[in-house]
């Protein structure tokens, strides 16, 4: 695979990953906040299915179409653009995989209140709170690294 072609596609797997998580993100708010519990469960039910089908296949992609064209550029990982934005990366990896539980655990409990016919619980709310923050410094962290990807200092080129 040439560099232009696993550029362009390392740059069309981040759209995809910004525009789900972003995407995602805004439906459960919209819905959570709607208090509607059918359309909490649907909403959750999508969230999820989004996230098996889109953010994890480009979570996965992501660091290895950029260490592949760091490797065919000849530049070290330990340059430090590349560094800082695999270590940022890391970090919203890691505020991602509870975010990945909790949606999961959401999605239960949102189900399970609409077949019971019953509010959901104080604990969905909860989970709720710590997804929303969760997701905070995880979007920071990637648009941090998009930022460090269009601004770094390439050998030879100029600023």
Request: proline letters at 5%; a positive charge; hydrophobic letters at 55%.
């Amino acid at each position: 695979m040439t560099y232009l072609t696993l550029k362009t596609l390392h740059i069309l797997s981040m759209v995809l990953l910004f525009g789900t998580g972003l995407g995602s993100a805004y439906y459960k708010w919209m819905a959570d906040r709607s208090g509607n519990v059918a359309h909490i469960a649907v909403t959750n039910r999508h969230v999820v299915l989004a996230d098996w089908c889109f953010t994890t296949p480009t979570v996965i992609f992501q660091p290895l179409s950029g260490v592949a064209m760091a490797m065919l550029a000849g530049m070290p990982l330990s340059t430090p653009w590349i560094a800082t934005s695999l270590a940022l990366y890391c970090f919203a990896g890691l505020c991602w995989l509870p975010v990945v539980w909790m949606q999961i655990r959401m999605q239960t409990l949102a189900a399970q209140a609409v077949a019971d016919n019953t509010a959901l619980p104080a604990h969905y709310w909860r989970m709720a709170r710590w997804w929303f923050w969760l997701g905070v410094p995880a979007f920071t962290s990637m648009v941090l690294v998009v930022v460090l990807m269009v601004f770094k200092q390439l050998p030879g080129v100029a600023s």
